[in-house]
């Protein structure tokens, strides 16, 4: 590190530093990306599974109905 000051260090740095947050930012948008993914295709698990439910309940009314 011959030939280098203090300013210039200092300087070095805060450049790395800038570039690490911007990094991390990066990362963090990409992991929110794919959690927003995940969490439609949960979502759309739980409507299928929401109407299954819904048919099969109505089976259910139907054939106690049919029992009567």
Same mark, same amino acid.
């Given at each position: ?17 800038? /570039?690490? &947050? ?9 992991? !929110?990306? =794919?959690?927003? $993914?995940? #969490? /439609?295709? &949960? ?9 299954? !439910?819904? =048919?099969?309940? $109505?089976? #259910? ?8």
């Amino acid at each position: 590190m011959a030939g280098l000051s203090v300013n210039e260090i200092t300087l070095a740095i805060i450049i790395g530093t800038l /570039a690490a &947050i911007v990094y991390c930012l990066r990362v963090l948008v990409l992991m !929110e990306r =794919r959690v927003a $993914r995940i #969490e /439609a295709h &949960i979502e759309r698990a739980v409507e299928k599974i929401m109407q299954e !439910e819904l =048919r099969i309940e $109505r089976m #259910e009314k139907k054939a106690i109905i049919k029992k009567k």
